[in-house]
């Protein structure tokens, strides 16, 4: 059973509730996909096992074959070649690894050589399973380093994955073959609007969708209005809790202390995977 | 010589786009003959890569120096590698650009984090600093 915790606009508890989940369930494996800013291994402390450098694939030019006629550079999308006079250059942090360079070079004066963008930390906590990764700084692709973070999971029992914010490629790698993704928002305008970008782009992966609102009862109704206008269900409501806060920014994760929500969490998950 | 001015819009009176690969259009200017070319960008829609897929056009141009706001590293790599030299900093009109770059007065760009580039001669200190004045 995976279930992925998403959300559009950052800051809206992805990480409170797929925490929430992974310590309600008797074992399970809780992913961070998050990988510019993983934070679940800061509220969880989990004793890292191991640790694996993540490498892509990036074009190296031979400069004894090429004839610098610019096909490469043509073809690729990403203007990770540039081919001028007798000068040809790879700017490997835009390099999307697709070999597409290879194919058009009639010089076969392409060869691809690995290229270090990242780590992944593979850890445990009681029964919970932590992987996370993070991106070097200055790197631009999140995407192989969450599909690494992926291939570590074992595949069976309970599997929560903590998505990136946004709605982009990270979003779509950590979403794309899960069984369910919750969608945590916030009943504000800005919440509504990221969460509609979100169903879209969720919707479009076959994936079936639930909606958490957090900080209940501080903005409009509008996010509500929304759900039942796009027959979404609203699985959970957190209260915008002056000790919720409070616990968060001690590092201790709510359904800790306020054993209620342990509960909570609980009969949530027995419901997603009873119906999924 | 055939200059590119990056531009917030289609004629020479326009203000200079401060960015370089997602500029709406270039106005490639020749020196010479003070005719000019209108190009808008295609590359204000790329994902990635946009400084290096200007600068790749305006090579196959034969842009010989480009006059814009800012110009990230690689960007700045690319034009380098084209031998395209690179005048930032610059706010004002695009004629007025052109105008300071005849008369030497715009200072060419060299990054801190690329050693020992030497200027071509047009790099004049103490005066210009590419801040163009309206006139």
Known sequence: ?276 | MKVAVSSTGNKLESMIEQRFGRSPYFIIIDTDTMESEIVSNIGTGYAHGAGVGASQFLASKGVKAVITGNLGPNAYGALRAAKINAYTNFSGTVIDAIEKFKNNELKEFSSPTVPSHTGTGNTVSGRGQGRGRMR
């Open chain 1, 1 to 276: 059973m995976k279930i992925a915790v998403a959300s559009g606009k950052g800051g809206t508890g992805k990480t409170s509730v797929a925490v929430g989940l992974a310590l309600a369930a008797e074992k399970s494996q809780l992913l961070d996909c998050d990988v510019e800013e993983p934070n679940i291994h800061i509220l969880l402390k989990p004793n890292i096992l191991e640790t694996e450098k993540v490498e892509v694939q990036v074009p190296r030019i031979d400069d004894l074959k090429c004839n610098y006629c610019g096909d490469c550079a043509k073809f690729c999308q990403f203007n990770a070649l540039f081919v001028v006079g007798d000068t040809a250059m790879v700017f490997p942090n835009l390099c999307h690894s697709c070999e597409g360079c290879i194919e058009v070079c009639k010089q076969n004066a392409i060869v691809y050589e690995p290229r270090c963008i990242g780590e992944i930390f593979i850890g445990k906590k009681d029964e919970i399973d932590v992987i996370y990764g993070l991106l070097d700084i200055g790197e631009a692709l999140a995407v192989p380093i969450i599909s690494a973070i992926k291939k570590k999971s074992i595949g069976e029992g309970i599997i929560i994955l903590d998505a990136p914010p946004g709605t982009a490629c990270p979003l779509a790698e950590t979403v794309k073959d899960v069984d369910y993704c919750i969608l945590v928002t916030e009943p504000t305008p800005f919440g509504l609007h990221d969460l509609e970008i979100a169903v879209e782009v969720v919707n479009q992966l076959g994936v079936p969708i639930g909606v958490i609102v957090n900080f209940a009862g501080v903005g409009n109704d509008e996010v509500y209005k929304y759900c039942k206008e796009k027959n979404l269900p609203i699985l959970m409501e957190i209260p915008f809790d002056r000790k919720i806060a409070e616990l968060y920014s001690n590092g201790i994760h709510f359904s800790l202390e306020m054993l209620e929500w342990k509960k909570n969490f609980s009969r949530l998950l027995k419901k997603i995977c009873e119906v999924y």
